[in-house]
Nanobody, 124 residues
Framework: QLQLVESGGGLVQPGGSLRLSCAASTLTLDPYAIGWFRQAPGKEREEISC????????KYADSVKGRFTITRDDAKNTVYLQMTKLSVEDTGVYYCAASLVPGFPPDRDEYIFWGQGTQVTVSS
């Protein structure tokens, strides 16, 4: 069982930056594609970015393209989401999830392990 732990959330002003981390506390992240999702208040959870197991392919939702960057450091067993130019619309709980399917990007239902989430609040 892969356990994922998100960290790095917090309160930030509009225009600010945060870096989220998704760390594996049990198995290695090497074989897994990792996705970042967010759930805003009153809205469904949406996928905002994902990275392949090799780290060579990335995908971004249009809403974050050009502002967010996903990277992975398998030596540290961690995937990062660097978020810049944050706006109030980026507020929500951010989750990371892992998928073992060979294709990229994984479908939503192909993510089999999920973290507990970290809160990001963008407010002045």
């Amino acid at each position: 069982q892969l356990q994922l732990v998100e960290s790095g959330g917090g309160l930030v002003q509009p225009g600010g930056s945060l870096r989220l981390s998704c760390a594996a506390s049990t198995l290695t992240l090497d074989p897994y594609a990792i996705g970042w999702f967010r759930q805003a208040p009153g809205k469904e959870r949406e996928e905002i970015s994902c990275i392949s197991s090799s780290g060579h392919r990335m995908k971004y939702a249009d809403s974050v393209k050009g502002r967010f960057t996903i990277t992975r450091d398998d030596a540290k067993n961690t995937v990062y989401l660097q978020m810049t130019k944050l706006s109030v619309e980026d507020t929500g709980v951010y989750y990371c999830a892992a998928s073992l399917v060979p294709g990229f990007p994984p479908d939503r239902d192909e993510y089999i392990f999920w973290g507990q989430g970290t809160q990001v609040t963008v407010s002045s």
